[in-house]
């Protein structure tokens, strides 16, 4: 049985931060593919992950989701990234950009399979580096 959010319930929980169209336009949203994913030494919620996002490197971001994901079941996944990121160090790692992913409600109620991120990914096939509008 699956709930559904009503806007109510969202709009109980958090207070909506409003930015203009400018600041949303500098963000380069892209989607990506995992090409490698493992774990970071000494972080236990750090996965390291290599992602083709359609440039002719690839690129190294961490994503805080090794409570919830193995690095086996999360290679070739799609999922939109933000690319123009300003690259950031993580315990050692630089990560160059951003993985977006749906966060449910971290209630003391839900247990880790109704907790932990979801995935958010294209239901049509596309290329990696296919840009999100």
């Not at 949203?29 to 750090?46: M, N, R, Y």
Request: aromatic fraction near 4%.
């Amino acid at each position: 049985m699956t709930e559904e959010i009503t806007k109510a319930d969202v709009s109980d929980k958090e207070e909506v931060k409003l930015i203009n169209y400018s600041d949303f336009e500098k963000l380069e949203i892209v989607i990506g593919k995992i090409i490698k994913a493992e774990s970071i030494e000494g972080a236990d919620k750090l996965l390291k992950l290599t992602v083709d996002l359609g440039e002719e490197n690839q690129r190294t971001i961490c994503a805080g989701i090794a409570e919830y994901y193995q690095p086996e079941e999360i290679e070739g996944r799609l999922a939109p990234f933000i690319k123009n990121l300003e690259p950031r160090k993580l315990k050692g790692v630089e990560s160059q950009g951003m993985m977006l992913m749906a966060s449910p409600d971290k209630s003391e109620e839900s247990s880790i399979e109704n907790s932990r991120p979801a995935f958010l990914q294209p239901s049509d096939k596309v290329q990696p580096g296919t840009k999100v509008r």
